[in-house]
């Protein structure tokens, strides 16, 4: 690999495989997450994306294949909390433990100053509940806890699985924010989520696996881009609406809401023809793809269960979850 | 190396369970030493071997019988590495720790001094209830450098105990398994194998091993001496240290 592109990558996989018995969990997964930028990493459940991550951090051994965090194996990093941050689905807290012993035993182990502590406790909104022991947090107090260690050596890198799972609206917001500045700065971030609309908003690349093989790897706008532009037509006369469009060479596609989806026309032109016709229009707009299509489109397969579709509300945490990032 | 330790340290002192378990090995060391003090004066404590409380040697020797805080240390030695993988920390320490080999050094260097300080307490609580019981019998107190080895020794066992539940709990990973297994083999495979063959005591990991801090009551069993009890102790440590650290780096944390 040239230094240049090395110098680019925050993390490099090539060729990552991982096999449990028969089932191929990962199979030659290779992929870059760009220094500065936020990479997506999306698939459904059980696609091998926790794997994977975990494959990264160096918690799994590849069968085969392997994965470097800038330029190095994670195993062969020195002080390796304060090059990356991660925050696992599988990261566990002792639940006898308080926040800030679990912070701070984490600062003795990365060799970091303790007062980093109380940084990234007021950081993510959990000073209040420094002192309170883990069993009695909320899941998204848990993601708070787990996104304040990720942070404690002001790392360059960040490897985040479902960081927002449990957070109130007000705290994916602040993740959002967090992560477009932080790439921003010069950060590079690569974050796995079933929130699809999440990663629309803050992600510059998505990679896309199913069943462990990589699907795509691209920008959010080409992915989505890919999906081209549809217009939404709905007239009373749906059938001669639908023969004049398919007459000016349009493709009309059935829509659940009754309406008409029209491809390979523009929304000018649905409009003349419409008009040429003397049809009256009760909608008349343009659709973009958005990226829970492209997903739909390259996994064949729904959001998983838990997902929030886009223009859903988010999740509501459960109980104790009151600070606000 | 040292902020590892220290964080290890710091990993027992943040829950409770240390307290618990120091708590309940200091009340046991209590009962048994009342029990072997009443006892020793009566035909039934002659038949089964005590003795009164006579000598500083006598009083070491109460110290080493009567300091029931091992079974205690093993089991939280044990939960240090165990309580990783129940609770899913194991991820954190490792990703900040990479270094299988580290990690379980520290762990094992960390138990020990939690290990001697438990046995040494103990043995300093029969001292003070011995002290004080012959004290208010109205009985000569044998206080003397004996007993402090004593203390000592016991302090030494714990330590030895402590590392090799640390290990042996990295090593097998269920919190379950490792504490039954290790409880198991205290209390029922070595007393029960040593029993048929007692041949085989002084090559076990628990009463062979005394040998480098202390004599056998049972005058049957020749325990290796201090200098090959102390191999011996060294040896099942390393053993179990390098089967740890060969199992982890090969194993998905």
């Known amino acids: 690999m040239s230094d240049a592109r090395a110098a680019a990558a925050a993390i490099e996989v090539r060729r990552l495989s991982k096999r449990f018995g028969a089932v191929n969990a990962v199979d030659r997964l290779s992929f870059d997450v760009p220094i500065g930028s936020v990479t997506g990493f999306l698939g459904p459940n059980g696609a091998g994306k926790t794997t994977t991550l975990r494959m990264v951090l160096g918690l799994a051994i590849p069968s085969s294949g392997e994965a470097r965090v800038l330029g190095e194996p994670y195993r062969a990093l020195e002080r390796p909390l304060s090059r990356v941050g991660a925050a696992l689905e599988t990261t566990g807290f002792h639940p006898g433990r308080s926040a800030r012993a679990h912070l701070e035993i984490a600062c003795l182990e990365g060799g970091l100053d303790r007062a980093r502590a109380d940084a990234v406790l007021s950081l993510t909104g959990m000073g209040e509940f420094a002192d309170m022991r883990v069993r009695g947090f909320s899941l998204g107090m848990k993601q708070r806890l787990a996104f304040a260690t990720a942070l404690l050596g002001e790392p360059t890198v960040l490897v985040l699985d479902e960081p927002a799972n449990g957070l109130d609206p007000a705290g994916v917001a602040w993740l959002r924010g967090f992560l477009r500045r932080f790439a921003e700065g010069g950060g590079a971030v690569l974050v796995s989520s079933h929130l699809l609309s999440e990663v629309a908003e803050i992600a510059d690349r998505v990679v896309v696996i199913d069943r462990g093989t990589l699907v795509a790897d691209d920008t959010v706008d080409r992915l989505v881009g890919a999906g081209g532009e549809t217009v939404v037509v709905r007239s009373p006369d749906q059938d001669r609406l639908r023969s004049a469009v398919e007459t000016a060479g349009g493709v009309v596609l059935g829509r659940p809401d009754g309406a008409l989806g029209v491809k390979q026309l523009s929304i000018e032109r649905v409009g003349e023809v419409a008009g040429a016709q003397g049809l009256v229009l009760h909608e008349l707009r343009r659709e973009t793809a958005s990226l829970e299509d492209a997903f739909l489109a390259l996994t064949g397969t729904p959001p998983p269960p838990g997902g929030v579709v886009p223009g859903a509300p988010p999740i509501r945490p459960d109980v104790h979850d009151e600070a606000s990032p | ?253």
């Open chain 2, 1 to 253: 190396m040292i902020r590892l330790v220290r964080a290890e340290v710091r990993k027992v002192r943040s829950t409770r369970l240390w307290i618990g378990l120091g708590l309940g090995g200091l009340g046991l060391t209590g009962l048994a030493t009342l029990l072997l003090l009443s006892l020793a004066n009566t035909d039934q404590g002659r038949l089964s071997g005590l003795h009164p409380v006579a000598t500083a040697e006598d009083l070491r020797r109460l110290v080493f019988d009567a300091a029931g805080v091992l079974a205690f240390v093993l089991v939280l030695a044990t939960t240090m590495a165990t309580s990783e993988f129940r609770y899913g920390t194991a991820v954190g320490t490792y990703l900040a720790t990479p270094s299988r080999m580290r990690v379980i050094t520290a762990k094992a260097l960390s138990a020990a001094p939690i290990g001697f300080v438990y046995g040494a307490v103990a043995g300093l609580v029969v001292v003070l209830l011995a002290v004080g019981w012959l004290a208010v019998k109205g009985e000569p107190v044998p206080f003397g450098s004996p007993a402090m080895t004593g203390v000592a020794q016991v302090g030494l066992q714990g330590a030895y105990g402590a590392v090799l539940a640390v290990c042996f709990g990295a090593l097998v990973r269920s919190q379950l398994v490792a504490i039954l297994g290790l409880l198991g083999w205290l209390f029922l495979i070595e007393p029960l194998a040593t029993a048929v063959q007692p041949a085989l005591t002084r090559w076990t990991p628990f009463a062979g091993v005394n040998g480098a801090f202390n004599s056998t009551t049972d005058p049957g069993v020749v325990l290796l001496g201090h200098l090959g009890a102390l191999a011996l102790a060294a040896a099942y440590v390393a053993l179990l240290w390098a089967a740890a650290v060969w199992a982890e780096r090969r194993r998905d944390a």
